[in-house]
């Protein structure tokens, strides 16, 4: 199966930050467009993550340690593990989840 990001509407996750996500049957993938200054606040989720920096920089707290993320830069952000990010310029990153985020469906 190939599927395209173009073809798959934006989701608004919260001001500044809009993402594409795709299922599998374990995963889901997400192409995230971050505006320079918008901030995801902490959080955290049983899922494990893994997000891939595209372009930009992305300033991201993750279990109290701050780092600046840029392109080909990635990250793992394990399973409850609070976690937050400052987008430093605008940019693009590809997000996996595991398990499947239900909530982004």
Do not use: W
Not at 7 to 28: F, M, P, S, V
Not at 48 to 60: N, P, R, V
């Amino acid at each position: 199966m190939t599927l395209k990001f173009s073809e798959i509407a934006d989701r608004i996750l919260i001001d500044g930050i809009k993402g594409k996500y795709i299922h599998t049957d374990n995963n889901t993938v997400g192409l995230v467009s971050i505006e320079k200054g918008a901030v995801l606040p902490a959080h955290s989720h049983f899922h494990e993550q893994i997000t891939q920096i595209i372009s930009g920089k992305l300033q991201m707290t993750i279990g109290g340690v701050t780092q600046v993320l840029e392109s080909d830069s990635i990250t793992i952000i394990p399973s409850n593990t609070t976690h937050s990010a400052f987008a430093l310029t605008d940019c693009v990153v590809i997000d996996t989840f595991y398990p499947v985020r239900e909530d982004y469906k």
